[in-house]
């Protein structure tokens, strides 16, 4: 299992069009993907968008990535990417 | 996979609306469409265009039919198409529901998907503040 935390750098946050991005991405891997909210440990599949969007995570929230599974380093490699480029809004 | 087809009736636009939401954050899909029924269209016009919806995203897996408000004419007229394992009608249409059934991967019954459509839609209502609350609580602290 590995854990990791992710940067949210767009001004709009984990929004519709963005959550959609991660669970497109998220999907592509085997392992268990799950966000969780630092401040108030709500956690999400990242793997559904319904599920994403309930975190309401805005710009500068504090949220971590687990990813448990097989090809969990990639998993994770990919997603920091992602959150990183700020979902290409930068 | 076969998929359940959706179609969203509504008054006005809503239903084309939702739709062109739904699309803009999943991607187009192509198990799901819209009928706006206007407000003076006659009812055998609008019952047409539904039947040719329902036959648009059939794969054979079943129907749900995504309408806006229970007793509006819409509902009243999707009705006419309700048939035991093949069209179900879920009432008081949101995004979150569209959303729902367009990013859908599992293989599940048309009743089963029915009854998950239902619950997300509830579940999306909510008052944001209660959820969004503790955030503020934590920055104070």
Known sequence: ?????????????????????????????????TL???????????????????????????IRLVADGEDEAEAVAAIIDLFSRGFGEL | MKRI??????????????LAAAEAVVGEVSHLTAVSIGWHDDVELAQNEIRRAIDA???????LLLTDMFGGTPTNIAAMFLKENEVEIVTGVNLPMVIKVA????????????EEVVGQGKEAICRAGMLLAPQRVGKDA
């Open chain 1, 36 to 62: 969780v909210r630092e401040d108030t440990g709500l956690r999400a599949n990242a793997k559904s968008i319904l599920s994403v969007l309930h975190l309401a995570a805005s710009s500068g929230t504090r």
């Open chain 2, 5 to 18: 087809g959706a179609v969203i009736v509504s008054h006005g636009q809503v239903a084309n609306e939702l």
């Open chain 2, 57 to 63: 995203v059939s794969a054979g897996n079943g129907v």
């Open chain 2, 103 to 114: 990013s859908n991967n599992k293989t599940m019954t048309l009743h089963e998907l029915a």
């Open chain 1, 1 to 33: 299992m590995l854990e990791m935390p992710l940067p949210i750098v767009n001004t709009l946050g984990l929004h519709a069009r963005a959550a959609a991005q991660l669970v497109r991405l998220a999907a592509t891997f085997q392992c268990s993907l």
